[in-house]
């Protein structure tokens, strides 16, 4: 199994280009997460998905769309990317046991260094 | 939202001594989980200790939690060079919705040779 994946690893934009990143996981996880960490910081959420065909946001959603139409794949777009969007960006998934009051560990992703220039 | 806060930022130690970083963090959670980062890769799961526990025990790894204080601390025992990292706390407040985990700033962790 390879977990959780990430493409691309590397990138540079410019102000006003637009991009998408994907995430994908090979061991079904219902849920999945996109953060970005920034120097110094621990990471933020951006959005979330608690199943195929469903997102939400999470603490700084603002500038970011995401789409889940397979289970298996979450992609993360900019639209218009902008210098403060430079960050590292990682996707994480996470399963579901069916139950209430499960514990979410969370199998992370290698990351996407972005820089916006 | 709430945030965790590592305690201390950093932490230089020699090989073979422990190594002891705390954590606290806000409001009400359902659990809290430790995570590390080496550099330039993604985060691995350490440890997760649920809201009813208040010791857990995995290899050279004790985590302790205090819902009082809302404090957890993760004890290296024995550290070696390859633990060299960043240590991140996270918690988990979605009481079961999955809507992820909120974590702290970390701490770097440097074990010298």
């Known amino acids: 199994n390879a977990g959780v994946t990430q493409t691309p690893k590397f990138r540079v934009l410019k102000t006003g280009q637009s991009m998408t990143l994907l995430c994908a996981q090979d061991?079904?996880?219902?849920?999945m997460y996109w953060y970005r960490q920034d120097p110094g910081m621990g990471l933020r959420l951006i959005h979330y998905s608690v199943g195929e065909g469903t997102t939400a946001k999470g603490e700084v959603p603002d500038g970011y769309n995401v789409s889940r139409l397979k289970k298996q794949n979450f992609l993360l777009g900019l639209e218009s990317a902008a210098p403060s969007q430079t960050s590292v960006y990682f996707c994480?998934?996470?399963?579901?046991?069916?139950?209430?009051?499960?514990?979410?560990?969370?199998?992370f992703g290698p990351g996407t260094r972005l820089t916006v220039l | 939202s709430q945030q965790g806060e590592e305690d201390p930022q950093a932490l230089s130690i020699q090989e073979g001594e422990n190594a002891t970083m705390n954590c606290s963090y806000k409001?009400?959670?359902?659990?809290l989980q430790w995570y590390r980062q080496n550099s330039g890769r993604g985060l691995v799961h350490l440890i997760l200790i649920r809201s009813n526990e208040r010791e857990k025990h995995s290899g050279r790894l004790r985590v302790t939690l205090d819902t009082s204080k809302k404090s957890s601390s993760l004890l290296i025992t024995a550290s070696r060079a390859a633990d060299t990292a960043s240590y991140f706390c996270a918690t988990d407040d979605s009481g079961g919705g999955a809507d992820g985990l909120t974590f702290g700033k970390g701490t770097h962790l440097i074990i010298q040779p």
């Open positions: 061991m079904n996880h219902e849920y």
């Open positions: 994480a998934s996470s399963s579901d046991s069916g139950s209430q009051n499960v514990d979410h560990e969370q199998f």
């Open positions: 409001t009400s959670i359902n659990n």
